[in-house]
């Protein structure tokens, strides 16, 4: 699997009167995670949105390599770009190794039917995601954790260029934080990944691209975007950032809220 780069130009968003994305310009670089961050509500989760070709901007466009993704067909643009979703409903009750085959639905040309590489992607898949022992389980007897590897299964198994994840630890324990972020270095993909924990995202993310109210405040290196003045301006929190004493990335100490 080798990556794209995702181009967004000038985009904005807008419901009724409210403007929820302003003028936002981003260049994904292909093969590279790309951190999303930003406050609750500054439109993280509707800019993964427009990425994915889900919502059509009011304005602006997103260009995956030559194609406008909002003019793709909706097949081809899934065989392309993987979504994960910070909450994902299967609405009837599949089993784990049902739930990953969703992610080859864009890759037959009939339905229902196998489509030649498929198994071996959902292997693959149920393997990446560590979800291989759950195969056979249903999906509604799963925990939130065990959902979310499922989901990244799913997404793997679709075979994107581009992978789009929601807030992807938010149901992890420690160590499956730290096991899914290496993985998903590892696949090679462009990835843009929205996290709220500024030590993952200076673990894990070789860009950081900064949303506060609906507009790109800054986007660039980690090491370049993710400063003292950063935080405390987007966030609201006096942070130290400094060397890792023991690896080679800043680590992130919070002090407290700035009052
Ligand atoms: N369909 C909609 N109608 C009205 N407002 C919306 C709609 N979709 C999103 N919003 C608003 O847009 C803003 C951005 O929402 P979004 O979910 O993109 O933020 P986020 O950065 O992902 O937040 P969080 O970190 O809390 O998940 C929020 O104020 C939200 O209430």
Request: proline share 5%; net charge neutral.
């Amino acid at each position: 699997m080798t990556g794209s780069a995702l181009v967004a130009r000038d985009l904005s968003w807008r419901v009724g009167s409210a403007s929820i994305l302003r003028g936002v310009s981003l260049t994904c670089r292909p093969g590279v995670v790309t951190g999303l961050l930003g406050p609750n509500g500054s439109g993280k989760t509707t800019l993964l949105h427009v990425l994915a070709g889900l919502r059509r901007p009011t304005e602006g466009d997103v260009r995956l390599g030559t194609d406008d993704v909002h003019r793709m067909r909706a097949r081809a643009r899934a065989r392309a770009i993987a979504l994960v979703e910070q909450e994902a409903s299967t609405g009837v009750d599949l089993t784990v190794r049902e739930v990953v085959e969703l992610g080859r639905i864009p890759h037959r040309s009939r339905l229902p039917g196998p489509d030649g590489e498929g198994a071996d992607a959902v292997d693959r898949g149920l393997r990446a995601a560590q979800v291989e022992h759950l195969a056979p389980r249903s999906w509604g007897t799963l925990s939130g954790g065990e959902r979310q590897r499922t989901q990244l299964a799913r997404a793997l198994a679709q075979e994107p260029e581009v992978l789009l994840l929601d807030e992807p630890t938010n149901h992890l324990d420690l160590r499956h934080q730290l096991d899914f972020l290496s993985r998903v270095r590892g696949l090679g993909l462009t990835v843009i990944a929205a996290l709220h924990d500024l030590e993952l995202a200076a673990a894990y993310c070789d860009d950081l691209a900064v949303l506060d109210g609906g507009r790109l405040v800054t986007h660039g290196p980690v090491a370049k975007v993710l400063t003292r003045d950063l935080v405390a301006e987007v966030y609201g929190v006096d942070v130290t950032v400094e060397p890792h004493p023991d690896l080679p990335r800043p680590h992130v100490r919070w002090n407290g809220v700035i009052s």
